[in-house]
């Protein structure tokens, strides 16, 4: 496979166009290693371009060594076994390494231009102060060798983990840190989330014969390699060196590349409804486990084709996928998104491989292609990336390809009850929480996660559903190959919607205020109406929806906007509506007249939807006794 020439000038012409919007910085990563799989360790070399495209001069640089978080007294190590609720893949596993189990990457050399430079490693950081400044707008070259030894697998990266995977190779290069209008982004590594330059990879990695190479680009000589790689009727012609083969791979502007390699991979592919690729690795059976061994085995056979379904559900629900192929790859931890490909555990039954293999792939739309500051707003990432897969779980569900999971009527419920658990227990922090420096994992993982999904969910009940799914389309297409803030989010959002939304973003975001209504009235008139009496409680001010429900089965919606919003959402449903006077933030009482005599009224709900985050719902129906 050749390089795709007209993919790069495409991709890169969408980030040149970004920068007129705002100015990103751009490089490209020339990267060779040879393994010693006999030590687990390789020696790395890498020429880096960097442009700076900023306005700015700057006179450091900082690269990420990540593999030196795998240490006894590291930062990881203390804040995991320092925090209330460690992680429990990890907990106290570092601080128990041996020298031989932990991981390193040890810079030997980095040159500038030419010109040597004096660097500093500070941990997961290595501090470059240049013998020269990079003016704006122009571009240097920097290129490093370095030694690195592989930890034993503890949370992400590693070799040898529980499922048997050899080498799940994620945060395995010196990375250069993000600078970006908000300055250096050198965060130390401790487990948590990411942030890089978007460029392109060439990577070449010499390795053992007999292993088999899974990575997130396009692979430059499968006939050299095979193992799958090659189309029926290619001649394969293995080029072996000193027991070793290399593999060659490129990656088109992407801010990351992983890949994994084991002995016992199994390769499967398909071709896609799209026209790309999707390749397959997995482990062969466990001949230990031989009846759940033909589970596992089944269920990635079947894998293929769902995923060809839920990727054609993708593309026209939340953006067309850019790249030529994509890799769903065993890599023993969970999971975990890179570009182009995904490494996940491979143990597990069909209806829990497609979940997994699901949300690693929609990490495509919400952090490799709308590349947000992870670290700084976690939740446009994993909260948006949780929501996208429950609706396409729902689909792939209502389509009957999901073996265990049924249709549910409000498939979101699960994550109003975390977010209200949470909540309650005191233990909740803004989302506006550095994602490094939550107090515990649980908040952390809450907001992140399931708040993140309410958000998106409670802006359909602000805008209208139809209007989000707009609105999450236009702001793919808008940000794609970009690092968009949540203004940048908000402002796509109003202006698909023709309303005003920073106030939504703001409370949700940046403080704990709860949203609270009740009904605490239904008051009979002389005039044959009622008047119905509607309680704030909670500090966050939303537009109110209410469902009045008559004795003889008929409906009708009454729908009070906040007046922070400026405008209304438009109808949803046949069911006749009655728009209401604004009401304000300031207002603790919503009053509105039926015009039923309380004794024709069988039930008002507010939120009947169930969209709306009420944090305690007792109040929110009344009924008729």
């Known amino acids: 496979m050749k390089i795709r020439l007209s993919l790069l000038f495409l991709l890169a012409g969408s980030t040149l166009f970004a920068q007129a919007d705002r100015w990103q910085q751009r490089i490209s990563y020339l990267m060779n290693i040879d393994m010693d799989v006999s030590k687990h360790q390789y020696q790395g070399a890498q020429k880096v371009v960097y442009s700076n495209n900023s306005p700015d001069t700057l006179y450091q640089v900082f690269w990420h060594l990540y593999f030196n978080a795998f240490k006894p007294g590291s930062m990881m190590d203390v804040r995991s076994r320092n925090i209330a609720d460690p992680d429990r893949r990890v907990g106290s596993r570092i601080a128990a390494l041996k020298p031989e189990e932990q991981g390193f990457i040890k810079v030997k050399t980095l040159k500038m231009n030419g010109k040597d430079q004096v660097f500093e490693t500070n941990e997961t950081i290595l501090e470059v102060n240049l013998s020269q400044p990079i003016l704006p707008y122009s571009t240097a070259t920097f290129e490093m060798n370095w030694d690195a030894q592989v930890p034993k697998q503890i949370r992400r990266s590693g070799r040898d983990n529980a499922e048997g995977i050899s080498y799940s190779m994620a945060q395995w290069y010196p990375k250069m840190c993000e600078y970006d209008y908000q300055g250096w982004h050198s965060n130390p590594y401790v487990g948590r989330e990411f942030y890089g330059v978007w460029g392109d990879f060439d990577v070449r990695i010499s390795i053992d014969e007999k292993f088999v190479v899974a990575a997130g680009g396009y692979l430059q000589n499968p006939l050299e390699v095979g193992s799958g790689y090659e189309n029926p009727g290619d001649k394969v012609e293995k080029k072996v060196r000193d027991g070793k083969m290399q593999w060659h791979f490129i990656a088109p502007n ?109 990490h495509t739309w919400y952090q490799m292609l709308l590349g947000s500051n992870e670290s700084l707003y976690a939740w446009m990432d994993e909260g948006f990336t949780s929501w996208a897969e429950t609706l396409t779980l729902e689909q792939l569900a209502k389509e009957g390809l999901m073996e265990e999971r049924e249709v549910s009527k409000n498939p979101f419920k699960d994550d109003y009850r975390g977010y209200r658990k949470l909540h309650l227990s005191g233990k909740a922090e803004p989302m506006s929480t550095h994602a490094d420096h939550y107090q515990t994992n649980r908040a952390y993982s809450t907001n992140a996660y399931v708040k993140g999904a309410v958000m998106a969910n409670q802006l359909g009940y602000i805008v209208g559903d139809e209007v989000l799914m707009r609105g999450m389309r236009r702001y793919f297409e808008t940000w794609k190959f970009k690092h968009p803030n949540p203004n940048d989010f908000i402002r796509i959002l109003e202006k698909e919607s023709g309303l005003e939304l920073d106030w939504y973003k703001e409370e949700w975001v940046n403080t704990l205020n709860i949203i609270d209504y009740g009904i605490v009235g239904v008051n009979e008139n002389a005039s044959d109406t009622c008047t119905v009496v509607i309680q704030k409680s909670g500090l966050m001010a939303m537009p109110v929806e209410v469902m009045l429900t008559l004795k003889d089965g008929s409906q009708h919606l009454y729908y009070a906007p906040l007046e922070s919003m400026r405008g209304l959402k438009p109808a949803e449903t046949s069911v006749p509506r009655t728009v209401l006077p604004d009401h304000r933030w300031v207002d603790n009482l919503i009053f509105f007249d039926a015009p039923f005599p309380k004794a024709q009224i069988r039930k008002i709900e507010i939120d009947p939807t169930q969209r709306l985050a009420d944090m305690d719902m007792a109040d929110n129906v009344w009924e008729q006794e």
């Open 254 to 362: 992407v801010h990351d590349f992983v890949w994994a390699a084991d002995p016992d991979y199994l390769h499967d592919k398909i071709k896609a409804d799209d026209g790309t690729i999707m390749h397959f690795f997995y482990q062969k059976r466990d001949e230990k486990d031989k009846e759940r061994g033909l589970v596992y085995e089944k269920a990635w056979k079947k894998l293929p084709s769902v995923m060809n379904r839920a990727r054609t559900f993708m593309n026209t629900n939340f953006g067309k996928y850019p790249y030529q192929e994509y890799y769903f790859i065993q890599g023993g931890d969970g999971g975990m998104e890179y570009p182009m490909a995904t490494l996940i555990t491979g143990k597990s039954d069909l209806d829990d491989l497609i979940g997994v293999s699901v949300h690693e792939q929609l």
